[in-house]
């Protein structure tokens, strides 16, 4: 077994993190323009009758691949994508200004690997026990 107490000072390791991702549980996208941006519309949005442009409904997370390459032994991005990130629709509109998920589209170079978070995480407190232990 491999174990590692996550701090602030004892980041994961990258070998745990690999487990992570090669044990086939993270969708893995091609860079090909417009397809990331379809992706994250098709999977995040809930309502599939509407379907129309706004924020995501859910959280996601899935890879990036450079296309024509598979595996993280040759590059990926892993993305997060948090419930409220404005992804507009699934095609880009012409004339639009480029934006994060363009970017994540780039090219990714051999062996690169990065995380990229898109939006912010809802956070829950810790139930607060009231004098009676509820």
């Known amino acids: ?12 390791p990258r070998s ?3 487990s992570f991702i090669n044990a086939h549980t993270v969708n893995e996208i091609s860079n ?6 379809r992706h994250i519309f098709h999977s ?3 309502d ?6 706004g924020k995501t409904e859910q959280d996601i997370h899935f890879c990036i691949f450079q296309t024509g390459r ?7 991005r892993f993305v997060v994508v948090h419930k409220g990130y404005d992804i507009g ?12 998920i363009d970017r994540l589209e780039r090219e990714i170079p051999q062996g690169h690997e990065e995380m ?7 956070l829950f407190e810790d139930p607060v026990e009231d004098e009676d232990g509820n």
């Open 1 to 12: 077994m491999q174990a590692h107490i996550l701090t602030d000072t004892s980041p994961l």
């Open 16 to 18: 745990l993190f690999w």
């Open 32 to 37: 090909h323009p417009g397809a990331v941006r």
């Open 44 to 46: 995040a949005m809930l």
């Open 48 to 53: 599939t009758k509407k379907k129309r442009p």
């Open 70 to 76: 598979y595996g993280p032994q040759n590059g990926y």
């Open 89 to 100: 629709g699934p095609e880009k509109k012409e004339g639009e200004s480029e934006d994060d």
């Open 116 to 122: 990229v978070v898109l939006g912010e995480p809802e």
